[in-house]
Structure formats: C-alpha cells, structure tokens
C-alpha cells in the first residue's frame, strides 16, 4: 500500500493466537441440515476492508448524516473480540464463522461440509450506517458489499435447533439470522 506508507514508516500490528485441547475442537463436523445461524453484531469494518473504503472517501475526518461522531471515528472503531460472551456456549456450538475478509459468503461456507449451504434472511440483523455510506457513496453493488464487508455481523455461530434459545439466553446480542440447508455440491452462503 505505497499511498498509506511513506519512506521509513512500520505497521504495528496486534493479534491472539488460542490453544484449544484436541477433543474441543469446534470444526463443524457436526453441523447438519436445520441447524440455527445465529449472528453477533460487528463493531465496525474490524479488519477488513479498507482499501475499498479508502477508495470511496478518500482521507479525512468529516462528518456524514447517519454516522455516530466523524467518518475516521466509524473507520477506526476497534475490532471486537467475541471469546468471553461465547466461553460459556463453546459447548452447545457446532460452527463459528469469523466474517472477515471476503465477508458472509467467503467466510460461513468454511465451516460447512459438502452438501450443506447456509441461508441467511436479509434484514434479519441492521446493518450499521458506515456500510450504507460506504455502497452509496462509491455506488458499491449489494454483491460486492457482502463479499468485501461483514455488513455488521462479525460472527456467525451454529447450533442445534434445541439448543438455540439457551446460546441466545447467553447471547443476548445474537440474532437469528438463518439456517443451515441440505444442498448439491460446495457449501455456500446465500444471503435472500
């Protein structure tokens, strides 16, 4: 990114690295046909993003209707970290999808196997101001804004129908956004 840094500038960068004990593994073997989506808002873009966002504002801090505070503010809102709310219900989950790059579809399909697809219902979660800024302002297509942006889910988990309204009881932010369907082929996310 030669336009972001100048000669002799460094990027600091911050992550989490986990240790789970082999038989705790949450892979999504185990996730079937009538299992429940339920979907944690993001805080913001998290981590991705930005290149485009970059594209369609450019630099600045101005402020824009709808937005809490100025434009910088909405893009540098940091990244949630969602461990402590889902340690108590690691147990009732099947799946975890982080939705980083290459939004909803590049990400929910990765926890399911072959023969399954994941139905997400539109406007079952809001989606924050800064990802409508962001589409009408560089007239960015609905498609390209899933596939780039995780549209204010950061993370989608997987669970047996019986057991969702005990991880929503845990969960009180989650939101049901969809199910798990029996398909052909390559697992895939659909968003209708």
């Given at each position: ?36 989506l339920l979907g944690l808002p993001s805080s913001g873009l998290h981590t991705n993003g930005y ?27 940091p990244h949630r970290c969602y461990y402590n709310e889902l340690k108590p219900v690691l147990g ?6 982080h939705i980083t790059g290459g939004g909803i579809p590049g990400n929910l399909p990765r926890i ?81």
């Amino acid at each position: 990114m030669p336009d972001v840094y100048g000669q002799g500038d460094f990027d600091l960068v911050g992550f989490i690295v986990g240790v789970v004990e082999r038989g705790q593994i949450i892979d999504g073997s185990t996730i079937r046909a009538g299992d429940v989506l339920l979907g944690l808002p993001s805080s913001g873009l998290h981590t991705n993003g930005y290149s485009l966002a970059r594209k369609v504002f450019g630099v600045g801090l101005r402020s824009y209707p709808g937005l809490e505070g100025t434009l910088g503010e909405a893009l540098l809102a940091p990244h949630r970290c969602y461990y402590n709310e889902l340690k108590p219900v690691l147990g009732r989950l099947k799946g975890i999808a982080h939705i980083t790059g290459g939004g909803i579809p590049g990400n929910l399909p990765r926890i399911l196997r072959e023969g399954l697809a994941a139905r997400l219902r539109r406007g079952s979660w809001p989606v924050p101001p800064i990802f409508r800024l962001i589409q009408e302002r560089g007239k960015v297509a609905e498609e390209e804004m899933y596939r780039t942006f995780n549209m204010g889910l950061g993370l989608i988990v997987a669970c047996a129908p019986e057991d969702a309204e005990a991880v929503r009881a845990q969960l009180p932010e989650a939101l049901a956004v969809g199910e798990v369907i029996a398909q052909k082929g390559e697992p895939r996310a659909v968003i209708a």
